[in-house]
């Protein structure tokens, strides 16, 4: 059986000591005891695998190796959608996160439902479930949140700006996975180079407003994209699109043993 994960802030020799909530999963969830092995991760792509120890009422874990970092995925995209209603929000993070998005921020535009505010308890919340995710499916870089950000200011954005902008239209005439093979898989069967992928939006229940479509039309390097046959729902259009892009991450990673050239 693999040992359990726990999410540490900062992996340093000889030792980590858990937040309180980590201790808390491990000791009274998971009746880990003194000697048991355990593997932390920082959620940025170290890891290591250790022992668990106590000193007073904190829970340490003590290295038995190095730490190992795992190198960072070769297709680095954004996937930025408005807020799903309810729990169907955490749902996204969850999902999102075991399909390895690097990275998900949320949009706010003029037909958005769910406005959370950007350090509010929402996005602590969202953020611990990334964590938990991450633990789970033994995922060493924990999804990346961030947002809210209008879309006029995410279009304005120069870290966001100089990427391709590609909003989820039905009536688009050309599909994601095409936009994909021309623009990704091409350029990665001609370089080893890390890739910068795409910024994807998923608009609101209520879609674009016909200023924002406006906006979007009129921005330089933005496309629409199809993501299927009928309406998705926010977190189904979402998910859509990270299954795909962790399908083409799977097909344009190194072999196992090789780093892509910088």
Known sequence: MEAPRFYVENLTAPRCRLSAEEAHHARHVLRTRPEDPLIVFDGRGGWAAGTMQLQGAEVF???SEAPHQ???PRLDWILASAVPKGQRASTLVEQASQLGVPRLLWLECAHSVVRPQAEGEKMRSWRRTAIEAAKQCGRNFVLALDGPIPLEQLLEHPAYGARDVLWADQAAAQSLWTWLDRHVLAVAAASSAPLPGP????GPEGDFSPRER???RSTRRARPVRLAEHNLRVETAALACAALLAAVGDRVAPAPGVNPVA
């Not at 910024?199 to 998923?202: G, K, P, R, S």
């Open 70 to 72: 795992d190198p960072p």
């Open 61 to 63: 874990c003590a290295l």
């Open 214 to 216: 406006d906006l979007l």
């Open 199 to 202: 910024v994807i939006l998923i």
